[in-house]
């Protein structure tokens, strides 16, 4: 089964261009290339371990209805996503919260988060579940469901990605395609260790990982990130 799948990143740190405000980038194409041959790709043993290995009912027990990137990686957000969905696609928001970033109207859009407070919040929902991927990785949709799914910020905290990435395949219908997208920013102490360990062009290749062992053939990456602040 050839699924088309896109690994995109909003923003970006630890790498060699440096922009006037500081912020550090891969060079350009850095990204697209970091989707390495099949035959390279490293064996992931689940669970992945954590520093704070307590519940993360606890952790995500209090709303945070606060955006957890910058403004303009917000802005980042909302333009790709837009530029990816049609009018009559159904769907699935992996990790959802009071946001979505989706900006364009849609057939229907299912949150799957860990806050009901939050999800209750997000406008461009038409209904949401409440579970934690930590926990239970099967999810209670049908085969093919799902025209797009979005996992946005999401992915570095997951301890079962292999698995969690071999469900969405599941729902997601064959002409159907998965967007993972990533920042430099995080919560460390949640984050998975080969995650909290690794650079940019690292987290791509941890990505596309994912989803070869997950059985998705066809990878690519897009960086996302502005330039237009470069020294």
Known sequence: MSLPILVAKPSTSNAMTQRR????????????????PIDDFDTIQEPLSRL???SDDIFYRE?????HVDA???????????????????????????????????KR???????????QLNTALSNYVVQDLNKRTKLGFADETFDVILCQLTIDYLIYPVSVCRELRRVLKPSGTIHILFSNRLFLTKAVSNWAGRDDVEHVELVASYL????????????????????
């Open 72 to 106: 303009q990686a917000v802005e980042l957000l909302d333009a790709y996503i837009a530029s990816i969905l049609n009018p009559d696609d159904t769907v699935l928001d992996v990790g959802a919260s009071w946001t979505s970033h989706i900006t364009i109207p849609v």
């Open 52 to 54: 704070d290995e307590t």
């Open 212 to 231: 070869h062992f997950a059985g998705f053939t066809t990878l690519q990456a897009q960086d996302l990130s502005r330039r237009d602040k470069q020294r």
């Open 63 to 67: 709303a945070r209805n606060v955006q």
């Open 21 to 36: 405000d500081g912020i550090l980038l891969p060079d350009i194409g850095e990204i697209e290339a970091a989707v390495v």
């Open 109 to 119: 859009v299912v949150g799957l988060g860990m806050n009901q407070a939050e999800l």
